[in-house]
């Protein structure tokens, strides 16, 4: 099984900051990763997926990128909404492997 | 807009069955994979399962299989997720999402869309 892991666990940043959150996958897995935001109470929210596209509507001060085993999540510019919890998460297809990294809190 | 909106929130007790629902709208059912997703108390994300509406094939994360049972009824748009004999340990969130085709060097399928849960809470 490929695992992910995310560092750090809990990370806390000032409002203007800009942050990076890495995930790293047990085995190559290319560029099928995606990353989510859940917000306290909330359902998650795909930010990006291929590790570095843009999902449609969210602001441009998130990024992705990386490739293999090694990927990274920066958000620029923080805001006080950005506060939530960031997941990773493999896309594998074939057989089907839809793991999530533990997560990364974000306190702002 | 897509929507999927889930039943409601679960009381039950060890050892009781129950089959919890997620109906989508605003896209065609039929062609996007319905995933489910566990998160327990104060925990991270784990993936159940995926269903194809349009011929029922369904996917388990190994660690789900035999535990809960996937299923959709594509005529009123609707999956489900269902337990045949809860345990304490089933206590959590449940998120049903769609899967959308992406392309990640080759097809992908992140969770574009989210239920916005089901709490679930066994407890005798």
């Known amino acids: 099984d490929i695992q992910l892991t995310q560092s750090p666990s809990f990370l806390s940043a000032s409002v203007g900051d800009r942050v990076t959150i890495t995930c790293r996958a047990s085995q190559d897995i290319s560029g099928y990763l995606a990353w989510y935001q859940q917000k306290p109470g909330k359902a998650p929210n795909l930010l990006i997926y291929?590790?570095?596209t843009l999902e449609s509507g969210v602001p441009s001060r998130f990024s992705g990128s990386g490739s293999g085993t090694e990927f990274t999540l920066t958000i620029s510019n923080l805001q006080p909404e950005d506060l939530a919890t960031y997941y990773c998460q493999q896309l594998i297809r074939y057989p089907p492997d839809y793991t999530f990294g533990q997560g990364t809190r974000l306190e702002i | 807009e897509v929507q999927l909106v889930q039943s409601g929130a679960e009381v039950k007790k060890p050892g009781e069955s129950l089959k919890i629902s997620c109906k989508g709208s605003g896209y065609s059912f039929t062609n996007y994979w319905i995933g489910w997703v566990r998160q327990m108390p104060g925990k991270g994300l784990e993936w159940m399962g995926v269903?194809?509406?349009?011929?029922?094939?369904?996917r388990y994360n190994p660690s789900f299989q035999g535990q809960v049972t996937i299923s959709a009824d594509k005529s009123i748009t609707t999956a489900y997720v269902q337990w045949s004999s809860l345990k304490a340990s089933d206590t959590a969130m449940y998120y049903c999402a769609r899967l959308r085709v992406g392309y990640c060097g080759g097809d992908c399928y992140p969770f574009d869309s989210w239920g916005q849960g089901t709490l679930v809470t066994v407890s005798s």
């Open positions: 269903i194809y509406p349009s011929n029922s094939d369904t």
């Open positions: 291929a590790a570095s």
